[in-house]
């Protein structure tokens, strides 16, 4: 027997062994899905921590290899909140990571919430505080009564996007009336109105308490939408979102967001 061409033969197997067996380390899969649960195709799905990526096809499904070690996956697509998984350390080389969400961005800033009826954005009522004289001793700050967006979704979410984390604040409102006086010159802009009486009454919104809320960062490779949650269940009545417009007269973001919460229809 040819002990030396035995040898040779058995040293180039295990090369060959541990060779494949450093080809493919790990396998990571899983499927991409929007907010509605929809599959989410041309997701790029990539590790920060090798070069190895994978695009998802027409129903949202990844896979893609490595040689190395992986610790985290990041999702990106255009128009989509970017956002990062991370893997914990496991024992076998092969993980799938189920369903990742990813959430489409608003379009413009704002505080909306999300209609999962009509599958949309729907952005708050947007206004601008006003003080009001309710009599001679005291003026309050205030909203005008317009058409407002009701909101019927409990537990309550809102997306903030592309506005401050910080200082955001939420109050219930109550309506007061405020005696208003006018002039001819007011009746002369709008020749309909000269009939009306001058003088009489208008309905405003007003602060009546505050809400504590919660805030929470979606992702953490990406701030600019993050979640607002009020910390009890709100009931039915008018509020207001703001960045401290009600405590000072000239605040530095000036936006305010109205919603009405109204009774959840258990028929639809």
């Not at 090369?15 to 599959?39: H, K, Q, Y």
């Not at 040689?67 to 993980?95: A, G, H, T």
């Amino acid at each position: 027997m040819d002990w030396g061409k035995l040898f040779s033969i058995w040293g180039g197997i295990s090369i060959l062994f541990f060779a494949s067996c450093n080809l493919i380390l790990f396998r990571v899969e899983g499927v991409v899905v929007d907010f509605n649960g929809e599959p989410l195709p041309g997701v790029c799905v990539a590790s920060p921590d090798t070069s190895d990526y994978a695009i998802t096809d027409a129903n949202g499904k990844f896979y893609f290899t490595s040689r190395k070690p992986i610790s985290k996956i990041e999702f990106i697509k255009s128009d989509y909140l970017p956002i990062q998984v991370e893997i914990p350390k496991y024992i076998e080389n092969k993980v799938n990571l189920g369903k990742v969400t990813l959430i489409l961005k608003p379009f413009s800033s704002g505080v909306y919430f999300y209609d999962k009826s009509q599958k949309r954005y729907v952005m708050l009522s947007y206004s601008q505080v006003k003080r009001v004289k309710l009599d001679e001793n005291n003026i309050l700050p205030g909203v005008a009564l317009d058409d407002i967006v009701q909101v019927k979704s409990s537990p309550i979410s809102f997306y903030v996007h592309r506005m401050p984390h910080y200082d955001i604040k939420m109050y219930k409102l109550k309506g007061v009336e405020v005696k208003v006086r006018g002039s001819p010159e007011d009746a002369s802009k709008n020749k309909s109105e000269k009939d009306k009486p001058m003088d009489g009454t208008i309905q405003v919104l007003v602060p009546d308490r505050p809400v504590m809320v919660h805030t929470q960062f979606i992702s953490t490779i990406d701030s600019s939408l993050f979640l607002l949650e009020p910390l009890d269940d709100l009931s039915e009545g008018f509020y207001c979102i703001n960045w401290g417009a009600f405590e000072t007269p000239f605040p530095k973001v000036i936006d305010n967001y109205l919603f009405k919460v109204v009774k959840e229809d258990k028929g639809s």
